[in-house]
């Protein structure tokens, strides 16, 4: 097995679950934001917001951005 310093087994298992977690929001957002309508510059806006800001931005739009849809 690689040894990668302190980082055992289940350290590398309990990030990748974390990264994952933050990784799967994110992409549900952009995808629903891509397929859906929206008023004016709305999708942009969405669309930057949870890119930049990810985890926050992909909960920003499921409590506030699904509302605005068309």
Same mark, same amino acid.
């Given at each position: 097995?690689?040894?990668?310093?302190?980082? !055992?087994?289940?350290? =590398?298992?309990?990030? #990748?679950?974390?990264? $994952?977690?933050?990784? %799967?929001?994110? @992409?549900?957002?952009?995808?629903?934001?891509?397929?859906?309508?929206?008023? !004016?510059?709305?999708? =942009?806006?969405?669309? #930057?917001?949870?890119? $930049?800001?990810?985890? %926050?931005?992909? @909960?920003?739009?499921?409590?506030?951005?699904?509302?605005?849809?068309?």
């Amino acid at each position: 097995m690689i040894n990668l310093g302190m980082i !055992g087994p289940w350290q =590398i298992i309990l990030i #990748l679950i974390a990264v $994952f977690l933050g990784i %799967i929001p994110t @992409i549900i957002a952009l995808i629903d934001i891509l397929k859906s309508k929206f008023d !004016g510059n709305n999708k =942009i806006v969405w669309v #930057l917001v949870v890119l $930049f800001i990810n985890l %926050i931005g992909a @909960i920003l739009y499921f409590t506030i951005g699904r509302k605005q849809k068309i």
